[in-house]
């Protein structure tokens, strides 16, 4: 059974910082592509940065330059480090992985605000 449990997130002032985590389990983690996506109120869920087996990365055009993904196949564990949070960063941020299927976690919510 594939399972996915995001967190880290948080109340968060701009240009402040958080670390996501999403934890994965029933899956043979380090050989399957890992995505972070978020959704904000009233706009489609986008993808904010993906990794791939080997490590290579891709970030949304509105992210690059401010977040980092990355995995740690020992701990069947992914990260997202944001960095320079602006308010428009605000939404709940999903962790998934496709098998036969779309797999996602239930979410965290990032609240970018003063």
């Known amino acids: 059974q594939v399972q996915l449990v995001e967190s880290g997130g948080d109340l968060v002032q701009p240009g402040g910082s958080l670390r996501l985590s999403c934890a994965a389990s029933g899956i043979m983690f380090s050989i399957y592509r890992i995505n972070w996506y978020r959704q904000a109120p009233g706009k489609r869920r986008e993808l904010v940065a993906l990794i791939t087996p080997g490590g290579r990365t891709t970030y949304g055009d509105s992210v690059k330059g401010r977040f980092t993904i990355s995995r740690d196949n020992v701990k069947n564990t992914v990260y997202l480090q944001m960095n320079s949070l602006k308010p428009e960063d605000t939404a709940v941020y999903y962790c998934?992985?496709?098998?036969?299927?779309?797999?996602w976690g239930q979410g965290t919510q990032v609240t970018v605000s003063s």
């Open positions: 998934n992985v496709y098998l036969n299927d779309n797999y």
